[in-house]
């Protein structure tokens, strides 16, 4: 089945600068890969998505990008806030057939002010 | 609100107990699920349905016991638990069970097993 990895596990940014975050998976038919938010103490969100026939798709200070060839994915927050601050997960799933979201295990994001 | 509702929000349950979790999505969604959010296991699936038939059951101990009355009804009963199944337990939805759309989280149920 498919295996997401997720780095780093933990990241810390001064306000104002990048944060990326990296993700790889394992199952090459895989071809939906969402990213979600989740705040202290809330549910997590879908903030962003990419399906596999685009390299790159942005918003707002959000992007993401996918290297299929490579099978990775990365997130990409530029001029980070306070409010940034979350754990954020990576996803991957097939788009037709029978497989549910295979998370990453987080990465806990602080945007230090 | 994203539509997806889980009862109750915290529970405290001893060993030998026997208790239900609920969730209800308003969404029209034919997908439900189950996760276990862990500190070692941040997102774990645990059972996936669709349209009210179990199409995934990721290795859980018999200990959890899923129920869907329907589609937009979905239940965890619990019997027997350890301390190590003390985690946060989040229902989502989505159009289909399959990747490709979009999964909506309840706020979870934070139980704790004493």
């Known amino acids: 089945g498919e295996n997401v990895e997720q780095h780093p596990s933990t990241l810390s940014v001064q306000e104002g600068d990048s944060a990326v975050i990296k993700c790889t998976y394992s199952d090459s038919a895989s071809n939906y890969f969402p990213w979600y938010k989740q705040e202290l103490g809330k549910r997590p969100q879908l903030i962003i998505d990419?399906?596999?026939?685009?390299g790159e798709k942005k918003d707002q200070r959000i992007a993401v990008t996918l290297n299929k060839t490579a099978k990775h994915f990365s997130l990409h927050i530029t001029e980070t806030q306070p409010e940034d601050s979350a754990v954020y997960f990576c996803a991957a799933s097939i788009n037709s057939g029978n497989t549910p979201l295979v998370f990453g295990k987080g990465t806990r994001l602080s945007v230090i002010a | 609100e994203t539509g997806v509702t889980q009862t109750p929000r915290h529970l405290v349950m001893g060993m030998t107990n026997k208790k239900s979790l609920k969730c209800e999505q308003h969404?029209?969604?034919?997908?439900m699920y189950w996760y276990k959010q862990s500190a070692k296991k941040p997102l774990e699936l645990m059972f996936v349905?669709?349209?009210?038939?179990?199409?995934e059951n990721n290795s859980v101990p018999s200990r959890f016991s899923p129920e869907c009355p329907n589609s937009s009804h979905l239940f965890l009963h619990l019997h027997t638990l350890q301390p190590e199944d003390s985690a946060l337990y989040l229902c989502?939805?989505?159009?289909?069970?399959?990747?490709?759309?979009?999964?909506?989280f309840g706020q979870g149920t934070r139980l704790t097993v004493v």
């Open positions: 989502a939805s989505s159009q289909s069970p399959t990747g490709g759309a979009e999964a909506f």
């Open positions: 990419i399906r596999s026939n685009v």
């Open positions: 349905y669709n349209f009210k038939e179990q199409t």
């Open positions: 969404l029209g969604h034919n997908a």
